[in-house]
């Protein structure tokens, strides 16, 4: 199992920037993927951002391209998410996660609020 801590959320005015870090313990010689998800109130958790943990290939959902950037340090075992022009809508609980073992994201941190007021 992998342990994930996230920080960094926060309030910020629309068109700012936040940077968000998950720290991973536990099983990470195993992660293949980390990546952070959000869940905005009354709607679905969905997709972010992810990285292949070997390679540092992100990958990135279509309404965050060119405003947040993915990172890693393996040697910290941390993931980043550097978010920039944020708006309203990016308003959500954001979620670090990570897929140990395989392709499915299956270890989850509690989450970190981002709050983006017009």
């Known amino acids: 199992q992998v342990q994930l801590v996230e920080s960094g959320g926060g309030l910020v005015q629309a068109g700012g920037s936040l940077r968000l870090s998950c720290a991973a313990s536990g099983r990470t010689f195993s992660v293949y993927y980390m990546g952070w998800f959000r869940q905005a109130p009354g709607k679905e958790r969905e997709f972010v951002s992810g990285i292949r943990w070997s390679t540092g290939i992100p990958y990135y959902a279509d309404s965050v391209k060119g405003r947040f950037t993915v990172s890693r340090d393996n040697a910290q075992n941390t993931v980043y998410l550097q978010m920039s022009s944020l708006k309203p809508e990016d308003t959500a609980v954001y979620y670090c996660?990570?897929?140990?073992?395989?392709?499915?994201?299956?270890?989850w941190g509690r989450g970190t609020q981002v709050t983006v007021s017009s």
């Open positions: 996660a990570a897929a140990d073992g395989g392709a499915t994201y299956n270890n």
